[in-house]
């Protein structure tokens, strides 16, 4: 294994076997927390989108970067959406022109309509083209009943992980075509549920409707819609959200006995952009550490 001077870890599949001794030396947060993987240097780009033009929400951090590196490789221009975090944004921005790519940054409220439809008019203004919408923004704000979550917190909850979807999807349709792809991430969450998360795990399973009856709608004009499922992923959003007790057993309860890394998702959702997945619609791609899942 080897870091660049991004922090960005580089390491081949082995590297990801036994997430614990692996954090040993690990880049730490100040809270002594290691650093997600965001690349890996066993990964063998073949341009399967090259020319191709790719909104990802959330691509600023945790998956969304993973993906925006990984479509970066395969020849794709990006145009990261993000709220937040804009020293995670021009990170991951000099990160992929690092790589050779060409990157758009846009931040925003992904809830809000007028600013899907200005994130889409920014996009076409930058690179005259859009094929691939990658749906990846999300929150979450785990309690511990019902009783807990406010109005205000539901309805942004819902705004963010599946308004924000359906808002954006609007907005790109008028300049999909025909092998065009959308990608929305949904969670293991959406079949198995979570005691503390259940607005978002909510949210979670109206994705998963989204993308059946979309794909279904959209069949026809030969614009794909999938989605992948992650189970427990290593990203900024656990050690945000989750106590101290819950981070130091994250991803021990799946058969691979460890959290995911952001890197390891970021092929599916190559899989899912290219033509490898062109007579695949309507279906969900299940990345959770061997948790079988069953709907």
Known sequence: ????????????????????????????????????????????????????????????????????????????????????????????????????????????????????????????????????????????????????????????????????MMRLARAALPHLTLGSAIINTTSSTAYEGNSLLIDYSSTKGAIVSFTRSLSMNLAKQGIRVNAVAPGPIWTPLITDTFPDESVKTFGKNTPMDRPGQPAEMASAYVFLACNDSSYMTGQVLHLNGGVIVNG
């Open 1 to 164: 294994m080897g870091y660049n001077k991004d922090n960005f870890l580089e390491g081949t599949l082995n590297d990801f076997i036994n997430f614990e001794k692996v954090s040993e030396g690990l880049p730490k947060t100040e809270d002594q927390q290691p650093l997600p993987y965001y690349e890996r240097e066993d990964y063998r780009a073949a341009g399967k989108l090259k020319g191709k033009v790719a909104i990802v929400t959330g691509g600023n951090s945790g998956i969304g970067r993973a993906i925006s590196i990984a479509y970066t490789l395969e020849g794709a221009k990006i145009v990261i959406a993000f709220y937040g975090d804009q020293e995670g944004a021009e990170e991951t921005k000099a990160r992929l022109e690092e790589l050779g790519g060409e990157v758009l940054l846009s931040q925003g409220d992904i809830g809000d309509g007028a600013y899907c439809e200005e994130l889409v008019k920014k996009t076409i203004d930058r690179f005259g083209r859009l094929d691939i919408v990658v749906n990846n923004a999300s929150m979450q704000k785990p309690e511990d009943s019902l009783l807990d979550i406010t109005d205000e917190s539901m309805e942004k909850t819902f705004k963010t992980n599946i308004f924000g």
